[in-house]
């Protein structure tokens, strides 16, 4: 069965960290395109961070300096490493691995940032 699991969602601080994980079974993610997005109370979905099969990463203007993302192939995930978040970081943050014309999502890991 194709699935793709997010975790490491959770309750911080703001100014705190935390690290989400995408994890997929059924196809191996360090073939994937993964991307990284987050949908806020009322917003819509937008793009946080990519991570290519070969390596390179691109970050949107929002989290550059605060944010990485990165692949353990050897656990074959992505993760996105998250810094100094803010309140306005509050949003599900979903997975998406991507190959030719195959899509997947997850279903989403909830992070909320309140003091």
């Known amino acids: 069965q194709v699935q793709l699991v997010e975790s490491g969602g959770g309750l911080v601080q703001p100014g705190g960290s935390l690290r989400l994980s995408c994890a997929a079974s059924g196809f191996a993610l360090s073939r994937y395109f993964v991307s990284w997005y987050r949908q806020g109370p009322g917003k819509e979905r937008e793009l946080v961070a990519s991570?290519?099969?070969?390596?390179?990463?691109n970050y949107s203007e929002f989290v550059k300096g605060r944010v990485t993302i990165s692949r353990d192939n050897a656990k074959d995930t992505v993760d996105l490493q998250m810094n100094s978040l803010k309140p306005e970081d509050t949003a599900v943050y979903y997975c998406?691995?991507?190959?030719?014309?195959?899509?997947?999502w997850g279903q989403g890991t909830q992070v909320i940032v309140s003091a």
């Open positions: 991570a290519d099969s070969d390596g390179s990463t």
């Open positions: 998406k691995a991507s190959f030719l014309w195959r899509h997947y």
